[in-house]
């Protein structure tokens, strides 16, 4: 374009005035479409732009609601996460607080357990209980033992039958004699054990312990039968007739 002025001024200044101004109103009119032409690419231009903008804003506002909906589920996952991050610890807490007291508990029983050495010391003093019933029973069986002898030895010292004439009115009055019934037996005294009463006998002549019977209301013994028992004494059924056992 300068050098297309360049040549037309060139050429003016060798031609008269009236070539002049119609040579300068065509350049003007040819600036003016030059201008115009510009002007109209620049629109076109700015057009284009605009276009691209609405397309960039379009695009941005897409991007922006995608956003705004990645943002809302976000949000969404957020307190559905708060929410079960409070279940657990509500939960923690409660398994938490159950091993608690489930160790409170195997605290308390290991508390009230008894120890190794109160095992040892409990099963101490129940083997000096049995060996001290042991001797009392020795003692008792003794003692029966000594008194049965006495009241055999004393039946067996008894002064012996004098025979003395009556006459017949005075013989007549007389009752018989029941004679009274020796046991073939032993008894060496009364026991009690859970609450009830037995009879502990054995034979007459030298015996051994596991010769000794225990005896209870009903049962027999060489066809002597246990009635009842009484504080000091017991009483036999022996057939149709009953004797009676002191016991001393």
């Not at 009556?166 to 859970?194: C, H, M, N, W, Y």
């Not at 039968?225 to 056992?245: D, P």
Request: hydrophobic content about 35%; some cysteine; aromatic content about 8%.
């Amino acid at each position: 374009m300068k050098d297309i002025l360049n040549k037309l001024c060139n050429f003016l200044d060798s031609k008269p005035f009236i070539y002049t101004s119609i040579a300068l109103l065509w350049l003007f009119i040819a600036y003016q479409t030059y201008s115009r032409d510009n002007l109209s690419d620049q629109i076109k231009v700015q057009q284009n732009q605009l276009t691209e903008l609405n397309e960039r804003i379009s695009n941005d506002k897409e991007q922006i609601n995608v956003l705004v909906r990645d943002g809302q589920s976000t949000y969404k996952t957020v307190k559905e996460m708060e929410k079960t991050v409070v279940s657990l610890s509500r939960r923690t807490d409660e398994v938490q607080q159950y091993q608690l007291d489930q160790a409170l508990n195997q605290k308390r029983e290991d508390d009230n357990r008894p120890s190794f050495e109160d095992l040892s010391t409990l099963q101490n003093q129940m083997s000096t209980l049995q060996f001290q019933l042991k001797d009392l029973n020795q003692r008792v069986y003794e003692l029966n033992k000594t008194n049965i002898t006495a009241a055999i030895n004393k039946q067996h010292q008894t002064s012996p039958l004098s025979i003395t004439v009556d006459s017949p009115a005075i013989a007549q009055q007389k009752k018989p004699v029941v004679k009274t019934l020796v046991p073939p037996f032993s008894v060496l005294g009364i026991e009690s054990r859970g609450g009830e009463l037995f009879v502990s006998v054995a034979p007459s002549k030298s015996y051994s312990l596991n010769q000794i019977k225990l005896l209870r209301t009903g049962d027999s013994y060489r066809s002597w039968q246990l009635k009842s028992i009484r504080t000091n004494a017991v009483v036999f059924n022996v057939g149709t007739r009953q004797q009676v056992i002191t016991i001393r």
